[in-house]
């Protein structure tokens, strides 16, 4: 049986648990192509107009794998702490989809929410792997490969490794080495990470930073522990799981002396981070660390990212007496 | 002489300015771009050379700046190529040293600056929205039939602005058509809409930012004696618009030429002759893969100069051959 996963939305958080555990079950895994401008069209197209880019971008994902899969992996993921949920959007993902396009294969919806308690992940693993085999070991073994990829991809990310750099090394790539330039701007990008690590639709904006020699740092690369201490800092934490992770992280990397500014990264019309920008915002005034919003939408057109992102790293520089 | 050129080609004006060793301004050109880059540009070069051809003048360093700073930017061989909004944060302070505040509105876009002890601590550009900007008062001053020029003192003559929505150009425009059905004189529609648009700007682009005195208006809609009048009133504070507000970012251009010659001791100027290079631009949609880029292919004389605005690698061989 072949299983589509869309390279968007929780693909960047989850895919290394995804996909053992399908492959374990005996299943193929089958990953819609990494985003672009026609997969983008074609998500505008079969997208209500007031969603966000990324709820688009990812009806376009959905829509590239009809003909290649026989079920779609789609799971409505609404706790993944136990104490925030996702954005709505999350929440009604799978029928958002299923009214929007037509034709569609099987779909795995299943329910996933820790806030039910600790043991729901197995029980929606479990509930998962009895569509693919009767065989009660067989489910556990899965479970047990997904679980352990899945803890080698977060060390991979603690160590600096972005998600698709973590993917590349877990496939069998080698490793690249986080290298820090003595002296480089050291910038955090924070954001949901299927706008930061998804090339197309934040227009390389991470590739971008690094070609300009600036050391970025991301949210997924904050560890555990530390996410868990600051989600006990603030006077009141967020609804949304994504969005507390961004502040925290945020928070996070102004406690470093060496950080020379945060830029957020939003897509445009999305209704957390209203909040969750003016949080940073304000953190960042608190600390005199230099901050932007770097908005995306359906755009194609480089320059207006390009422009500010150029500027940020020069005035920096140029306060830093770099230049 | 030593001298440096600056050229900044933004959507709606085309600026260049030549300054000498200590930043002083010896010429000064403000043109339309009028949707034309390439002739704009040349146009402007002819009058630089005009302009300085009985001064023993040596051009020693090029800086390109504005939207269409990399097209101009292998026009002209420029030794820098940088964003409007350092090169207007370079000139600021170079022009006015304890400068705090930058309010600049351009033609497509605004954004303010702030610097501390000559250094910028924040600034902000204006998100995606074009409210506010040089552009939509242009807009707004053909449709009531008054000359751009006049628009500012014409907003100074009134004696009751009306209140108009400046959240967005489209409600703004509504705004104003209703206001002038119900009989509200022209000057106070025009006042109405400075202060509108000066709300919207600290509204937006200025929010929470701490606006300190000195505080310098500078870009196109500076010439806007009712913009400049409407800051004043909202933030209680004197406006210093200086002397050559219009060709700030050339002047910064020029500014960083200057700096980047420095260490390298040569410049990439392609001379005045630039002015009658035939210069072509043409563009086709790559379908390499899905993304369909706009490739765009710069040729002078028949040669191929640069191409860009692609997403991958596969075009930009030339432009690299020639950055080095």
Known sequence: MRVGIPRTLSYFTFYPLWKPFFETLGAEVIVSPESNKELLDDGVRNTVTDACVPIKLFHGHVAALIDKVDILFMPRLVSLDGKSTLCPKFLGLPDMVKYSIAGLPEIIENRLDLKKGKMELYRFLYGIGRRFTANRLKIMHAIYRAKYNFANYRKLLFKGLTPVEAFACLEGGQEPSVQLIDGALKLAVVGYPYNLYDNFISIGLLTKLRRYGVQVVTPEMVPDKEMKRLSKKLRKNLFWYYSNQVVWAAIYYLEDKNLDGIIHLTAFGCGPDSMTNKIIELECKAKKVPFITVSIDEHTGEAGVETRVEAFVDLIKRKKGMV | ?324
Request: hydrophobic content about 40%.
């Open chain 2, 1 to 324: 002489m030593q001298a440096y050129l600056g050229v900044d080609v933004g959507s709606v004006s085309t600026n260049l300015v030549v300054i000498n060793e200590d930043g002083k301004v010896l010429v000064d050109i403000y043109l339309r771009t009028a949707g034309q880059p390439i002739k704009v540009v040349q146009e402007g070069m002819r009058q630089v050379a005009e302009a300085v051809k009985d001064k023993k003048i040596e051009i020693c360093g090029v800086g390109a700046t504005g939207s269409a700073r990399t097209l101009t930017g292998v026009i002209v061989g420029a030794d820098t190529v940088k964003n409007e909004i350092t090169a207007h944060a370079v000139a600021a302070s170079h022009l006015v040293p304890d400068v705090q505040t930058v309010l600049e509105i351009g033609g497509q876009d605004s954004k303010i600056i702030l610097l501390r002890d000559g250094v910028v601590v924040d600034f902000a550009m204006n998100t995606v929205c074009a409210a506010g900007t040089g552009s939509f008062l242009d807009h707004q001053a053909a449709r009531l039939n008054i000359p751009i020029e006049e628009f500012g003192a014409l907003a100074l003559q009134s004696t009751n602005p009306v209140r108009i929505a400046g959240r967005c150009s489209v409600f703004a425009e509504s705004d104003m058509i209703h206001k002038q059905q119900m009989g509200h004189p022209t000057p106070d529609i025009v006042a109405g809409l400075c202060d509108a648009l000066v709300r919207n700007y600290l509204n937006n682009v200025g929010k929470g930012k701490e606006i300190l005195p000195p505080v310098v208006f500078q870009g196109g809609v500076a010439a806007n004696v009712g913009i400049r009048a409407a800051f004043e009133k909202e933030l209680g504070l004197e406006i210093y618009i200086p002397e050559y507000f219009a060709v700030m970012g050339a002047i910064g251009a020029a500014l960083l030429a200057k700096e980047a010659t420095k260490e390298k001791q040569k410049t990439n100027f392609r001379g005045f002759a630039v002015s009658t290079t035939d210069y072509q631009a043409s563009s086709f949609e790559c379908k390499g893969c899905p993304n369909h880029c706009e490739i765009v292919n710069i040729s002078a004389d028949g040669q191929l100069l640069a191409r860009w605005g692609g997403r991958c690698g596969k075009w930009d061989t030339v432009q690299q051959m020639k950055t080095g």
